[in-house]
């Protein structure tokens, strides 16, 4: 995807379709955070119906990104992204009018295939749309604006939802997209011209159908589990994620050796430090649990408007913005120790918080200082920590396998998303569901930060093995006798 060179303006113009591309994913990911109670109260909905609205989009969106990347180079950037946009249009139109739960989630779920067929066809888009010398730029304006849309969406969502413009409620978190996607895709008819890989990779079909079994099989049963009573199929379905990770790998593996290019090379599993920096990643993303169960915490147990809660998220998207401006300097002080720096951040962050819940009278707020300064704190340690976390997994690629890794790397973003809301959800559920007061809410989300923070201890332990040496990665991994 290439602009049509009348002139330099007509270029960021259409670079400014792509940044609209980038933006939505990531706003319909954290917006629908602060309308969840607003919308279990329209539709009835179950804690498992309301844990499938934030991990059916995660998980689509993971299974498939990387194959959203190799369709565009198959049939063209600027086709499949805007089949994508008009996807994710339709999927927002079955959102905004659902009239029952199952509408709703398979709406989200259609939003998260939408997005992964975008998202990727922008980010590569970079690449042709400027010359090498603009790319820096352009790279940092694409980043800013996906911080800026997870910055922003809490407090858009609340505002939306309080200011119940046409009746809407709920409904125009989801219906606001609509006019942005028509936009979009007349700007992108009209600048954006189409290109595709000059060498295209064949489609890993069965690969893709591996991936989405093996996260299925992982997911359907921890968010249904709880509320089912874990039924003896449930029990087997979660026993068979598993053997479809092996079967996956076992099937990468073949169809490389035949010449194939697989979603996840075999090479990157032999390179040093790779799979603990994989697992740390899928470690860190939990905190999407915080996003749920803090809304949740102050408009069922504090009485909070959506308006004021989505505003209580603003301390995190500001320390979000601040963090990776800080980097360069921590590197200066702290070098590989920087992510798990962060994350040490974000577990102090959870502690205060958890503290301030746990010892606050039983249906009275905090005290707001507390809870701005923990807020604040979690925002700012993922500001250094995700970065560089990624940076960090990167590095350790093999040659010619940085593109490939990227892809996984995003991917294992959202898987764990997923889980955190499929696994850190139900445990918050499971303690708030119940009596469904103030105090049993507050101890859900207590017991959500707490494994919270154990997750991010595991991931920043990872992050340090990950970082280190090749040689000492080799000693630590067969010290000598």
């Known amino acids: 995807m290439t602009f049509k060179p009348d002139c330099e303006a007509r270029r960021w113009w259409a670079f400014a379709v792509l940044l609209v591309g980038a933006f939505l994913p990531p706003l319909d990911f954290f917006i629908v955070n602060v309308a969840l109670p607003s919308i279990r109260g329209g539709l009835a909905i179950t804690p498992a119906q309301v844990q499938w609205v934030i991990?059916?989009?995660?998980?689509?969106y993971a299974v498939f990104l990387i194959t959203g990347g190799r369709l565009g180079d198959l049939f063209g950037r600027r086709r499949v992204f805007m089949a994508g946009m008009a996807g994710f249009g339709v999927a927002s139109l079955i959102c905004g009018l659902a009239e029952s739960p199952?509408?709703?989630i398979g709406g989200r779920v259609l939003q998260g295939l939408s997005a992964a067929a975008m998202a990727p066809q922008c980010l590569a888009s970079v690449h042709s749309l400027f010359a090498q010398h603009q790319?820096?730029?352009?790279?940092?304006v694409y980043g800013a604006t996906i911080g800026f849309a997870a910055v922003v969406a809490q407090a858009l969502g609340g505002w939306l939802i309080s200011m119940n413009l046409w009746g809407l409620q709920w409904r125009a978190v989801f219906l606001i997209n609509l006019p942005i996607v028509i936009v979009v895709l007349i700007g992108g008819t009209r600048l954006l011209a189409d290109t595709r890989s000059q060498t295209p990779a064949p489609l890993d079909r069965i690969g893709v159908l591996l991936c989405a079994l093996t996260v299925g099989l992982l997911v359907i049963p921890l968010v249904e589990g709880r509320e089912a009573g874990w039924p003896w199929w449930l029990c087997l379905l979660l026993l068979g994620s598993p053997l479809a990770a092996v079967?996956?790998?076992?099937?990468?593996i073949a169809f490389e050796r035949r010449g194939g290019t697989p979603l996840v090379s075999a090479q990157l599993s032999r390179?040093?430090?790779?799979?603990?920096?994989?697992?740390g990643v899928l470690f860190f993303y939990v905190i999407s649990a915080f996003f749920l169960t803090f809304s949740i915490y102050l408009q069922d147990a504090m009485g909070a408007t959506p308006l004021a809660s989505g505003l209580m998220f603003v301390p995190f998207g500001l320390g979000f913005l601040i963090g990776p401006l800080t980097t360069p300097f921590a590197i200066r002080w702290f070098g590989r120790f920087v992510p798990a720096i962060g994350m040490l951040l974000e577990v102090l962050g959870c502690l205060i918080l958890s503290a301030a819940v746990a010892t606050a009278p039983t249906g009275q707020s905090p005290p707001i200082t507390l809870v701005i300064l923990a807020v604040a704190l979690l925002g700012f340690g993922q500001g250094w920590a995700l970065p560089t976390l990624i940076r960090t997994v990167i590095d350790r690629a093999p040659p010619g396998g940085s593109g490939m890794l990227s892809g996984v790397v995003n991917s294992a973003l959202q898987i764990s998303a997923a889980l955190g809301v499929a696994?850190?959800?139900?445990?918050?559920?499971?303690?708030?569901?119940?009596?469904?007061?103030?105090?049993?809410?507050a101890s859900g989300f207590i017991a959500t930060l707490l494994g919270?923070?154990?997750c991010l201890v595991v991931s920043a332990l990872l992050s340090v093995y990950a970082s280190m040496p090749r040689k000492a990665q080799a000693a630590a991994s067969f010290p000598s006798p």
């Open 55 to 60: 991990s059916g989009y995660a998980a689509s």
């Open 102 to 104: 199952a509408m709703l």
């Open 135 to 140: 790319r820096s730029r352009a790279l940092a």
């Open 247 to 252: 079967t996956f790998w076992r099937h990468e």
């Open 271 to 279: 390179a040093p430090g790779l799979v603990a920096g994989l697992t």
């Open 423 to 441: 696994v850190l959800g139900g445990v918050f559920y499971a303690l708030a569901a119940p009596a469904q007061n103030a105090s049993s809410i």
């Open 452 to 454: 919270i923070a154990g």
